[in-house]
């Protein structure tokens, strides 16, 4: 049986370099391939892809980090304009903030086991 090494998402969106802006500027992700009609960014060892859509339907994907308090200390202010829930804590034992990815249908839980 082979081993699963990652899941990258590929998200459809209207507005390709608004939606790769919005995980360099924020998350600190890298270009990868970058041009008009395909995005690939990178942060360790996880990729996004990026796609040019002309209909969306929900999704949503889970990046899950080491402090993410830390993350939401280094990222609140740059997120005027989008719809953001800052962390909290769930009831299945993760801490976690959820943000609309630009341009998307696309919601991103950022989440951290409560230890």
């Known amino acids: 049986m082979?081993?699963?090494?990652?899941?990258?998402?590929?998200?459809?969106?209207?507005n390709m370099k608004e939606t790769a802006a919005f995980f360099i500027d924020l998350l600190g992700f890298g270009k990868i391939m970058y041009n008009d009609g395909y995005i690939i960014l990178?942060?360790?060892n996880l990729t996004i892809h990026?796609?040019?859509?002309?209909?969306?339907?929900?999704?949503?994907?889970?990046?899950?980090?080491n402090d993410v308090d830390g993350l939401w200390e280094s990222v609140k202010d740059?997120?005027?304009?989008?719809?953001?829930?800052?962390?909290?804590?769930?009831?299945?034992?993760?801490?976690?903030?959820?943000?609309i990815v630009p341009h998307t249908k696309t919601l991103l839980f950022i989440?951290?086991?409560?230890?």
């Open 50 to 65: 990026i796609l040019n859509a002309g209909d969306i339907g929900e999704m949503e994907f889970y990046l899950e980090v």
């Open 2 to 14: 082979y081993k699963a090494l990652h899941l990258s998402p590929m998200i459809p969106s209207y």
């Open 78 to 99: 740059k997120l005027a304009g989008l719809k953001v829930r800052e962390p909290f804590d769930r009831e299945y034992g993760m801490r976690e903030i959820h943000i």
């Open 111 to 115: 989440g951290q086991a409560i230890a």
């Open 42 to 44: 990178q942060k360790d």
